[in-house]
């Protein structure tokens, strides 16, 4: 076997820098799956994602040592974790070695000639994108999709789609079947501050809700509708934009332009959910929606789910029947246990809206039943306290509040005094349990809202409970 013959036997090697993120994990997955040898690198490797990624034969490393530029990958795939001044990147850079981002490599390489459905939007992206891979794969569409949840009717958050003989809808170009994919409006990298979905192409965008986050790269509302606006401009005029029709900032991202077929949820003119559960499109009702998840928000997710899926040849009924046997995501009202008659539930809320619409879902389903709300304000635009004041009218609905203030940049008492004696703020993790525990009796709902791990309150305060 000649050197040439050998090189071109040999997988490609991607070495992606930040692995053990939801999203670029997923991105490892994926590639492992595709072929690829895939090594990867991060400031923190530990389960589960290390677990996860090990398990799929990738090689993780922890720390940005300069002996992995001795592996002497095809291409280093850049996570938006990693910034100027890390001294593996630093080193790429000043070797001219060759580097791309993320979401710019998975388009390339993985959803080039993909049916891609795409999701955004600032709630209820994690959510619908799993609604609607599980619609595609109920109806035998065996879709590939990459999300930053567990979606528990797969147990894995990304993966490759697979032929089957109902996928010939998939085949408008390249054959390459459906790709469900959760649109984040983040930046992409370090060298491209444009988000991150203006990669992906999709015949079928989802625009959910739009309101202000991420105030650590974005200055206001108008410069997120901007984003959204370079997503609108990347659809096909063949494709199709379901679109949120009580939001007025996604009107105003479709005024700018617009040149593909929109379908409207959530409005009279288009996909609504009346009495009953009542599924409608356009006034003519489609059937009825059977399930048992909590909140109007969830409705609405599916309704986007439904008319996505039925844009990829999915009939509404088809929808309706997988959406009952939809399992929902880890950490989205998650039952984490029950001790002496109290349930601790895990959430992902972390911005208000999503936490006022987390705590009246719950409301409507416990009745009067004591809801205890335990807030960790850890995302980026809650650590700079962009939002503090919407906390208190966010959590009117809940009976007691506690707030771990560790780490916070502003006073987390203050802005929860509306509350009165409902807010308990702590700066001590073990002070926080101590004081749930302290007033917890046989009935309450423990509503745990987290956009991160909190320490382990989960189990720490199951254990303090028993």
């Known amino acids: 076997m000649t050197k040439l013959e050998l090189n071109m036997s040999q997988p490609k090697h991607i070495h992606i820098l930040g692995i053990c993120g939801t999203f670029m994990g997923g991105i490892a997955a994926i590639a492992k799956q595709s072929g690829y040898r895939v090594t990867g690198c991060d400031a923190n490797v530990y389960p589960p994602m290390s677990t996860q990624l090990e398990a799929q034969g990738i090689e993780l490393i922890e720390g940005w040592g300069m002996a992995q530029l001795e ?21 790429i850079l000043n070797r001219n070695l060759p580097y791309v981002s993320g979401p710019q490599w998975l388009a390339e390489n993985i959803l080039r000639d993909k049916w891609v459905l795409g999701v955004a939007g600032t709630h209820g992206k994690t959510t619908t994108s799993s609604m609607l891979a599980w619609i595609l794969e109920h109806a035998g569409l065996n879709p590939g999709f990459l999300i930053g949840g567990v979606p528990q009717n797969f147990g894995i958050s990304a993966r490759l789609p697979s032929p089957s003989p109902a996928s010939g809808r998939g085949s408008y170009h390249g054959g390459g079947g459906f790709f469900v994919i959760e649109a984040d409006e983040y930046d992409t990298a370090f060298f491209d501050k444009r988000s991150k979905f203006v990669h992906y192409h999709p015949r079928t965008a989802v625009l959910n809700n739009l309101e202000f986050d991420h105030a650590d790269i974005f200055p206001d509302l108008a410069a997120i509708e901007t984003q959204f606006h370079h997503l609108v401009r990347t659809v096909p005029g063949n494709g199709l934009v379901v679109c949120n029709g009580r939001e007025e900032s996604l009107a105003r991202v479709l005024q700018r332009g617009c040149w ?9 003119d288009g996909w609504k959910i009346g009495a009953n559960e009542q599924v409608s499109f356009n006034g003519q009702v489609q059937g009825t929606l059977q399930w048992d998840l909590l909140g109007e928000h969830n409705r609405l997710n599916a309704l986007a789910a439904l008319a996505a899926a039925r ?3 999915v009939s509404v009924a088809q929808g309706l029947a997988a959406l009952a046997a939809f399992k929902n995501v880890k950490r989205r009202m998650e039952v984490r246990g029950m001790v002496n008659g109290i349930t601790v539930y895990d959430d992902f809320a972390h911005h208000p809206t999503a936490i006022a619409t987390t705590v009246a879902g719950l ?18 635009t809650m650590k700079l306290g962009v939002m503090k004041d919407a906390l208190p009218s966010s959590l009117k609905d809940a009976d007691l509040t506690f707030c771990y203030a560790g780490n916070l ?15 308990v703020v702590k700066d001590d993790l073990n002070e926080l349990i101590e004081a749930i525990a302290a007033v917890a009796k046989s009935g309450d709902q423990i509503l745990v809202m987290s956009n991160g791990g909190f320490g382990g309150i989960h189990e720490k305060l199951l254990k303090r409970l028993a």
């Open 71 to 91: 592996l002497k990958p095809d291409v280093f795939v850049i996570g938006n974790v990693v910034s100027r001044g890390n001294p593996l990147m630093e080193e």
């Open 363 to 380: 409301r409507r389903k416990v009745g009067n039943a004591r809801i205890l709300a335990v807030l960790e304000p850890r995302s980026n």
């Open 311 to 313: 844009h990829a040849g």
């Open 260 to 268: 593909t077929p929109v379908e409207k949820f959530g409005s009279d």
């Open 409 to 423: 940049g502003w006073d987390a008492r203050g802005a929860l005094a509306p509350l009165g004696n409902k807010a």
